[in-house]
C-alpha cells in the first residue's frame, strides 16, 4: 500500500471525526453559548433532531474505522510507526471495543441488542471515545512530526465557530421576524 496515501487518508478520518465530535458537543453539552444553540434548534426541530444523532453516528463510525480487524482497511495498524509508539496497544485495545459497539450497535445493530447491552459491555462513555480520537491524533502528529508530515493540530478545524455564527444567525432572523 502507498503509505503517503494512508498517512492523508488517516489524518483526514481524524480531521472530520474531530470535526463531527466539535459540533455534536455544540449540540449535546453545555458550554457559554448553549442558549443560542438551543433557540436556533427549537427553529427547525426536525433538520436538527437529525443532524444531533448523525453528528455522533460519525463521530464513533470514522474514529471505530482506524481500529478495523481486516487487512484492506486503512487503519491505524497500516503505518508501521504508529505501532512503534508507546501508546500503541493500549490505544488499539481501546479502539477496538469501540469498533465492537460501533458493529454490534450503529453500523450492523445486532439482532441481540435487545437482550445485550453492547454499550454498557465496552466500559466506556462518550468521553472515552473522545479520548480515543484525542489519543489517536497525538499518535498521528507525533508520528507526523518524526516524519516530517503535516500534523492534525496544524489544521485549522473551526465548524464550532462556523456553526455557531450559523446559531446566532437563525436566532436574529426569528427575533427579526417576530
Known amino acids: 500500500m502507498n503509505t503517503d496515501f494512508a498517512y492523508r487518508d488517516i489524518r483526514n478520518t481524524l480531521v472530520h471525526a474531530r470535526a463531527c465530535d466539535e459540533i455534536w458537543w455544540l449540540l ?3 458550554h457559554k453559548e448553549r442558549e443560542i444553540v438551543k ?3 427549537n427553529q427547525y426541530v426536525e433538520f436538527f433532531q437529525t443532524v444531533r444523532p448523525s453528528m455522533f453516528i ?3 463510525i470514522l474514529v471505530s474505522s482506524l481500529f478495523d480487524n481486516r487487512d484492506d482497511c486503512i487503519t491505524l495498524k497500516t503505518i508501521p510507526e504508529f505501532q512503534e509508539d508507546q501508546i500503541f496497544t493500549q490505544l488499539w485495545d481501546r479502539g477496538r471495543k469501540l469498533h465492537k459497539y460501533r458493529s454490534k450497535c450503529i453500523a450492523h445493530r ?3 441488542n435487545e437482550e445485550k447491552n453492547y454499550a454498557a459491555d465496552t466500559e ?3 468521553n472515552d471515545i473522545r479520548k480515543i480520537l484525542n489519543d489517536s491524533i497525538e499518535l498521528y502528529d507525533r508520528t507526523a512530526r518524526k516524519e ?6 496544524d489544521i485549522n478545524i473551526s465548524p464550532g ?11 436574529q432572523t426569528e ?3 417576530g
Open 148 to 153: 516530517n508530515r503535516v500534523e492534525i493540530s
Open 161 to 171: 465557530k462556523d456553526f455557531l455564527n450559523l446559531m446566532r444567525r437563525l436566532t
Open 28 to 30: 449535546e453539552g453545555t
Open 39 to 41: 433557540e436556533g434548534c
Open 58 to 60: 460519525s463521530f464513533a
Open 110 to 112: 445486532d439482532i441481540k
Open 175 to 177: 427575533a427579526q421576524q
Open 124 to 126: 466506556f462513555s462518550y
